[in-house]
């Protein structure tokens, strides 16, 4: 049963007159506690001048938010447990050991500022050395992330060998650290509990157990618009209560000494292992949103005033007198000290330099590990013909087994063989998305009732079997969880390989593929990043896949720096590309046609467990001097039949090249062929405008005009959606007619 408690100040006080601590605070403790506070009040009043000296280019405050951020700092393990704050969170990030001048560097926008290196606005937080995460500006987000670390948490303490630092890929550079009790807190508004991946996040937090505090620090207003319109009632704690697993408690969070208990108890119910505590912190907000905001404009004074008596900072004054803690003198005397260590803090700033051009493109990608290098590039295992391993003849049931074993599969075989494979070879592999278990209910596995499902397409089949339900779930039908959570495990070391089922459906999970993973290396500077494999299944040529089975969109992810992109065509490239994708240390989207998963085209036995193709590199599919074509995926086969008839029927030869890899892409491939053969067209299943090939005809135009005899051509789909009706997704979608005819025409330009 879920626990509810109320703030309990009256008696907490008759605690105190009883000589009692103060929710086990020491009166050094509660010192201590002021002291952070009115750092965190006069450092948001420091920036407020600065800003307004335009010395500095942004300001938000954490101002009236002090008392409980504060007492979450102290009830929790700085280094040792996670934090996933937001930006009011200053006073958190101060009791954790953060450094005034360091919170400066980032409003100045200094080389030196640990969180991103001048790359994101001030109050953004993430040091390393405090387990404080890289946060963005996107309201909601970092729950998410939250809850993926919260596993990894237990996922470590079952699995410590997978720990270890194995050298040949990520896992040279990522250090593992866990505990085994640790806790992770997240934080965020009474606005953003309105998101639907807050109610994501707790959903999996309780079903899953999570050690997971979640602090709403509610300071009854998101910008200008009031708790009542966000919140359906108005208030947050009635709509999650009936959430299984969680400590719940609805407090005062102006008052540092109630909210260090229910913080200290939130804490304990997630260190015991029972699940997630949620506190629910009834706040201030006395300066506007942010230094663009002014809300008078919608608030009026009375309203104002009155959270002005509840101000946590002249509260937590007046306490430490009324408990003899301080006097007056003793807290003017603590005043000071801060503001003359600000003061200093300022001036030394303000001369801090800040980083040269020349560095914007630093930690796009890992600096570490690069999966373009020969490092990556590796040939496929041999078969060995008729001779058995030991060089004698082999039986006729051994020459069968051999047969098989070398006969060539789809590429939806050997992407379950590669799975396999990796999974056995690094224990920090996990897998889930929709369906992708062979069946959650384990028992009916066990007593073989039955076979096991493994992905509605199949190509996780047998994977949870043999790696257990822990290494390969399902999850929910939340997208954005699916990749969210994908974040958090991968900041702590592991490599999540997660599915998204189809395409069509991966936009809920947009704003963490585009704001989210992408971006974590570049915008802490290096400090953390998410390498983990998206696979998803794309495309059309179904036959009735219609509109919400058989988009593509590609581009769309090409388009986001941070992103390395995949689109093979047949099943050795697949093997090969995503293995590498496993092993290289960036976020790889790895996207894999549906209508290839089982095609005859491009079958080839298993290369062995150790196959790698390096990204950016292209095949020449069909080698030829009159015309290039410049294709992937299911345009390939396409494409290379079209290519096949111009030859048998002209004489007309076309190189085609498959680029296999999106992001990058083989620039040298494209640019070497076109000065051959001066002519070239880009082919693509996705609708014509604004698509992938677009990029591509523009380089070469730009790039390669003096080698060109005829326009850059482009075949793709038209710019409609996929039909359902078979007749009108032919009409739609690229044939091997439009390809041949486009190639035929401008071969004869
Ligand atoms: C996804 C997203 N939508 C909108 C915004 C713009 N925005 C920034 S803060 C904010 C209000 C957040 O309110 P709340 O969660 O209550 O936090 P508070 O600022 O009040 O502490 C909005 C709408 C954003 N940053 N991210
Ligand atoms: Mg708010």
């Known amino acids: 049963m879920p626990t509810r408690t109320h703030g309990k100040s009256g008696a907490v006080a008759e605690a105190n007159k009883a000589g009692k601590s103060y929710e086990g605070l020491s009166r050094q ?5 002021y002291r952070l506070m009115y750092t965190s009040r006069r450092l948001d009043d420091r920036e407020i001048m600065l800003k307004r000296q335009q010395k500095i280019f942004f300001q938000i405050s954490g101002a009236g938010h002090e008392a409980v951020t504060v007492a979450a700092g102290l009830a929790m393990k700085s280094g040792y447990d996670w934090f996933f704050p937001y930006y009011r969170d200053r006073a958190l990030c101060l009791a954790l050991g953060a450094t005034p001048y360091e919170m400066l560097l980032q409003a100045v926008g200094a080389a030196d500022d640990p969180s991103s290196g001048g790359r994101q606005m001030p109050s953004h937080w993430g040091y390393k050395r405090l387990n404080v995460v890289t946060q963005s500006s996107c309201t909601g987000t970092q729950i998410l992330h939250a809850v993926g670390c919260a596993e990894a948490s237990r996922y470590w303490t079952s699995h410590p060998d997978a720990a270890r630092k194995a050298t040949g890929d990520y896992r040279e550079f990522k250090d593992v650290e866990f505990h085994g009790d640790e806790v992770t807190y997240v934080s965020l508004g009474d606005g953003t509990t309105s998101e639907g991946e807050f109610w994501e996040a707790m959903n999996a937090a309780a079903n899953l157990r999570l050690p997971l505090v979640f602090l709403i620090e509610d300071n009854g207003y998101a910008i200008s618009v009031p708790v009542e319109v966000q919140t359906a009632g108005g208030n947050i704690s009635r709509l999650v209560s009936g959430f299984p697993n969680f400590h719940f408690e609805e407090i005062d ?3 540092p000494v109630v909210s260090y208990g229910a913080l200290s108890r939130a804490v304990a119910h997630c260190r015991a292992g029972i699940g997630p505590s949620f506190i629910h912190a009834h706040v201030i907000r006395p300066y506007s949103h942010s230094l663009s905001d002014d809300e008078k404009l919608y608030r009026p004074d009375i309203e104002r005033q009155r959270d002005a008596a509840r101000d946590p900072i002249s509260r937590m004054q007046m306490f430490l007198i009324r408990e003899g803690i301080l006097d007056e003198k003793g807290i003017n005397q603590l005043e000071k000290e801060v503001d003359d260590g600000l003061q200093a803090a300022v001036d030394q700033v303000l001369t801090a330099p800040v980083s040269t051009p020349e560095t914007i493109k630093q930690y796009l990608y890992s600096p570490d590990l690069d999966p373009t290098s020969a490092a990556f590039d590796t040939h496929a295992a041999q078969s060995n013909g008729g001779a058995s391993t030991t060089g004698e003849a082999r039986s006729s049931t051994e020459q069968a087994a051999h047969e098989k074993k070398h006969a060539p599969k ?5 992407i379950n063989t590669t799975l396999r494979d990796e999974m056995k070879r690094d224990e920090r592999i996990v897998m889930f998305g929709e369906d992708v278990a062979d069946c959650s209910r384990e028992e009916y596995l066990s007593q073989k009732m039955v076979k096991g499902k493994g992905g509605v397409f199949k190509l996780t089949a047998g994977l949870q079997c043999d790696f257990g339900s822990d290494r390969v779930f399902n999850s929910p039908i939340a997208e954005a969880s699916i990749v969210g959570r994908a974040v958090g495990l991968a900041v702590r070391g592991l490599k999540p390989v997660v599915e998204i089922q189809f395409f069509d459906y991966i936009w809920p999970a947009m704003m963490q593929l585009r704001n989210e993973l992408p971006v974590m290396r570049w915008r802490s500077n290096g400090a953390f990043s998410a390498p983990c494999v998206i696979r998803v299944a794309i495309g059309g040529y179904l036959t009735g896949g219609a509109i919400y089975h058989s988009q593509c969109g590609e581009s769309i992810f090409t388009h986001t720096p941070g992103m390395r992109v995949i689109f093979p065509s047949n099943a050795l490239d697949a093997a090969g590309l995503l293995r590498t994708a496993i092993r290289c240390d960036d976020p790889v989207m790895f996207l894999e046609h549906k209508r290839l998963y089982r095609e005859t085209f491009g079958r080839a ?35 290379l039949q079209a290519a096949q008839r111009l030859e048998r029927e002209h004489a007309i ?4 090249i498959d680029l296999r890899s999106l992001n ?34 523009a380089r070469i135009a730009d790039e ?13 789909a038209k710019d409609t959606f996929v039909a359902y009706q078979p007749v ?7 044939q091997v007619q439009d390809l041949y005819l486009a190639m035929k025409e401008l071969a004869e330009y």
């Open 29 to 33: 403790r509660l010192i201590e506690a």
């Open 253 to 255: 969070g102006t008052d």
């Open 410 to 414: 789809t590429m939806a075989d050997l």
């Open 605 to 639: 036995p298993y290369p062995g467990a150790d196959y790698m193709i390096p990204f950016g590199k292209a095949k020449v599919v069909h080698p030829g001097t009159d015309v290039t074509v410049i294709t992937y995926g299911a345009v390939v086969p396409r494409a």
């Open 653 to 656: 030869k076309i190189e085609l």
């Open 664 to 697: 990058p892409y083989d620039w040298d491939a494209i640019a070497t062929s076109v000065q051959k053969t001066s002519r070239a067209i880009v082919a693509y299943e996705d609708t014509l405008s604004w698509g992938y090939g677009a990029e591509i005809a």
């Open 704 to 716: 390669l005009f003096e080698h060109l005899d005829a326009p850059v051509k482009r075949v793709a």
């Open 728 to 734: 009108l997704e032919s009409a739609i979608l690229p």
